[in-house]
């Protein structure tokens, strides 16, 4: 999840870099600086980049066998998700309750994502909590697929609006171009806060997972202490 939280804070950068305006026309009519614009279109194309290689590391630390069909795979499940507004986290894999759930079970046991998971030296709390990391890592996944097409189609849309602002010699069309960038800042800007809340939900049940396996190890350590103090 490192590299999640590494994108949320570059994304965050986003929503101010174009609004350092160097060309002011009347009294609080600003109009966006074409070059602060560039910027903000480079730093959302680096962070493309980034969410796509998120999205191989995610898939990698699944251990899926096939890689591509495991791609597709989430990535129609992703599809069908954003649909119903469902997300991963709403989702019971061992016992779904809905046809999405149920769609996402059969990617999960084709693609052998629990295999893992399964070993008969793994006591039931340590199957339960590798079993919660990968749907975690699936869930890295989905989001870095979504936001990455987010990014993809904001970049274009940001260098359509650069070029008509460069163009632009008229005052009111230019504010009315202004108002478009901000616009999608302001989308940017909603992206980040929800995959932030992921990242930090995420490392809250990995948290809370650590702790419940701390504590199982303490509780069997006691047990064999118990048991050798009946042979002293």
């Known amino acids: 999840m490192k590299l999640v939280k590494k994108i949320t804070l570059s994304l965050a950068t986003v929503a101010t870099m174009a609004t350092q305006s160097h060309a002011i026309f009347g009294v609080g009519d600003i109009v966006y600086d074409p070059a602060a614009v560039a910027q903000a279109i480079k730093q959302v194309t680096l962070m493309k980049k980034q969410y796509d290689e998120a999205k191989k590391t995610a898939l990698a630390a699944c251990g899926a066998r096939d ?56 006591s039931p709390l340590q199957q339960q909590v590798c079993k919660d990391s990968q749907v975690r890592n699936v869930s890295e996944i989905a989001t870095a697929m979504v936001y990455s097409d987010e990014l993809g189609k904001a970049a274009n849309r940001l260098k359509e609006l650069s070029k008509k602002l460069a163009n632009s010699k008229d005052l009111k069309a230019s504010q009315d171009i202004g108002n478009a ?52």
């Open 67 to 122: 890689a591509v069909k495991m791609y597709n795979d989430v990535k129609e499940l992703t599809k069908v998700m954003e649909e119903f507004k469902v997300e991963m986290s709403d989702l019971n894999i061992d016992n779904p309750k809905s046809k999405i759930g149920a769609m996402a079970k059969q990617i999960f046991e084709e693609n052998q994502i629990f295999d893992n998971c399964n070993s008969e030296f793994q």
């Open 181 to 232: 960038i901000s616009l999608e800042l302001a989308q940017l800007e909603i992206s980040r806060s929800r995959v932030d809340m992921m990242e930090k939900s995420n490392a809250a049940k990995c948290k809370a997972d650590q702790e419940r396996l701390a504590q199982e190890k303490c509780k069997a350590i006691g047990k064999l202490q118990d048991k050798s103090s009946l042979f002293k």
